[in-house]
Protein backbone atom coordinates (compact mmCIF):
# COMPACT_ATOMS: atom_id res chain seq x y z
CA UNK A 1 0.00 0.00 0.00
CA UNK A 2 1.55 3.78 -0.65
CA UNK A 3 1.99 6.23 1.64
CA UNK A 4 2.62 9.62 1.00
CA UNK A 5 3.91 11.81 3.69
CA UNK A 6 4.21 15.81 3.04
CA UNK A 7 6.36 18.02 5.13
CA UNK A 8 8.03 21.50 5.28
CA UNK A 9 4.75 23.85 5.10
CA UNK A 10 4.50 26.89 6.92
CA UNK A 11 3.99 30.74 7.00
CA UNK A 12 6.17 32.60 4.30
CA UNK A 13 6.51 36.34 3.27
CA UNK A 14 5.82 37.08 0.19
CA UNK A 15 8.81 37.22 -2.30
CA UNK A 16 10.39 33.81 -0.14
CA UNK A 17 10.78 30.33 -0.44
CA UNK A 18 9.88 26.71 1.02
CA UNK A 19 10.61 23.40 0.61
CA UNK A 20 8.16 20.56 0.82
CA UNK A 21 8.97 16.67 1.10
CA UNK A 22 6.90 13.82 0.34
CA UNK A 23 8.00 10.81 1.75
CA UNK A 24 7.10 7.25 -0.35
CA UNK A 25 6.52 4.13 1.22
CA UNK A 26 4.88 0.54 0.35
CA UNK A 27 6.48 -0.02 -2.85
CA UNK A 28 8.96 0.56 -5.43
CA UNK A 29 8.06 3.78 -8.02
CA UNK A 30 9.52 3.26 -10.35
CA UNK A 31 6.58 2.85 -12.95
CA UNK A 32 4.79 6.12 -11.33
CA UNK A 33 4.45 9.69 -11.83
CA UNK A 34 4.31 11.89 -8.48
CA UNK A 35 2.13 15.23 -8.39
CA UNK A 36 1.57 17.77 -6.36
CA UNK A 37 -1.53 19.55 -5.95
CA UNK A 38 -2.92 22.20 -3.71
CA UNK A 39 -6.59 23.49 -2.37
CA UNK A 40 -7.05 27.17 -1.33
CA UNK A 41 -10.01 27.56 0.94
CA UNK A 42 -13.43 27.83 -1.20
CA UNK A 43 -11.77 26.24 -4.29
CA UNK A 44 -11.22 23.10 -5.56
CA UNK A 45 -7.75 21.21 -5.55
CA UNK A 46 -5.79 22.16 -8.33
CA UNK A 47 -2.73 20.85 -10.43
CA UNK A 48 1.06 22.56 -9.32
CA UNK A 49 3.10 20.03 -11.28
CA UNK A 50 4.54 16.35 -11.83
CA UNK A 51 7.60 14.29 -12.34
CA UNK A 52 8.19 11.06 -13.43
CA UNK A 53 10.01 9.15 -11.03
CA UNK A 54 11.82 6.81 -13.98
CA UNK A 55 13.37 9.60 -15.94
CA UNK A 56 12.27 12.62 -14.00
CA UNK A 57 10.04 14.56 -16.60
CA UNK A 58 8.40 17.53 -15.19
CA UNK A 59 5.42 19.34 -15.81
CA UNK A 60 4.11 22.48 -14.15
CA UNK A 61 0.60 24.69 -14.09
CA UNK A 62 1.09 27.73 -15.73
CA UNK A 63 1.18 29.80 -12.42
CA UNK A 64 3.72 28.37 -11.00
CA UNK A 65 6.06 27.74 -13.80
CA UNK A 66 9.30 29.54 -13.08
CA UNK A 67 8.82 29.57 -9.66
CA UNK A 68 8.39 25.82 -8.80
CA UNK A 69 10.75 23.23 -9.37
CA UNK A 70 10.32 19.20 -8.75
CA UNK A 71 12.78 17.22 -8.47
CA UNK A 72 12.98 13.29 -6.62
CA UNK A 73 15.53 11.26 -4.66
CA UNK A 74 15.83 7.88 -5.18
CA UNK A 75 17.48 6.82 -2.10
CA UNK A 76 15.44 8.46 0.17
CA UNK A 77 12.38 7.65 -2.20
CA UNK A 78 11.46 11.56 -1.73
CA UNK A 79 10.09 14.19 -3.99
CA UNK A 80 10.73 17.55 -3.37
CA UNK A 81 8.64 21.02 -4.04
CA UNK A 82 10.94 23.74 -4.46
CA UNK A 83 8.81 27.10 -4.20
CA UNK A 84 10.88 30.48 -4.99
CA UNK A 85 9.34 33.62 -5.27
CA UNK A 86 6.04 32.83 -3.37
CA UNK A 87 2.70 35.02 -3.76
CA UNK A 88 -0.34 35.23 -1.40
CA UNK A 89 -1.77 33.62 -3.88
CA UNK A 90 -0.07 30.51 -3.41
CA UNK A 91 -1.41 30.02 0.22
CA UNK A 92 -3.02 26.25 0.01
CA UNK A 93 -2.79 22.85 1.73
CA UNK A 94 -0.38 21.18 -0.59
CA UNK A 95 -0.73 17.77 -1.42
CA UNK A 96 1.56 14.98 -2.31
CA UNK A 97 0.33 12.73 -5.15
CA UNK A 98 1.22 9.09 -6.83
CA UNK A 99 -0.18 7.40 -9.57
CA UNK A 100 0.75 4.30 -11.76
CA UNK A 101 1.32 5.64 -15.65
CA UNK A 102 -1.42 3.97 -16.75
CA UNK A 103 -3.91 5.36 -14.64
CA UNK A 104 -5.13 8.79 -13.69
CA UNK A 105 -4.84 10.91 -10.17
CA UNK A 106 -8.76 10.42 -9.00
CA UNK A 107 -7.34 6.19 -8.49
CA UNK A 108 -3.91 7.47 -7.45
CA UNK A 109 -2.70 7.25 -3.44
CA UNK A 110 -2.59 11.04 -2.14
CA UNK A 111 -0.68 12.15 1.36
CA UNK A 112 -2.60 14.00 3.90
CA UNK A 113 -1.55 17.64 2.97
CA UNK A 114 0.66 20.42 4.44
CA UNK A 115 -0.54 23.95 4.71
CA UNK A 116 1.68 26.94 3.00
CA UNK A 117 0.40 30.67 3.96
CA UNK A 118 2.24 33.39 1.53
CA UNK A 119 1.84 37.04 3.90
CA UNK A 120 1.79 39.98 1.84
Known amino acids: QVQLVESGGGLVQAGGSLILSCAAS????????MGWFRQAPGKEREFVGS????????TYANSVKGRFTISRNYAKNTVYLQMNSLKPEDTAVYYC?????????????WGQGTQVTVSS
Open 26 to 33: GRTFSDYT
Open 97 to 109: AARHVSTNWLRGS
Open 51 to 58: ISWSDGTT
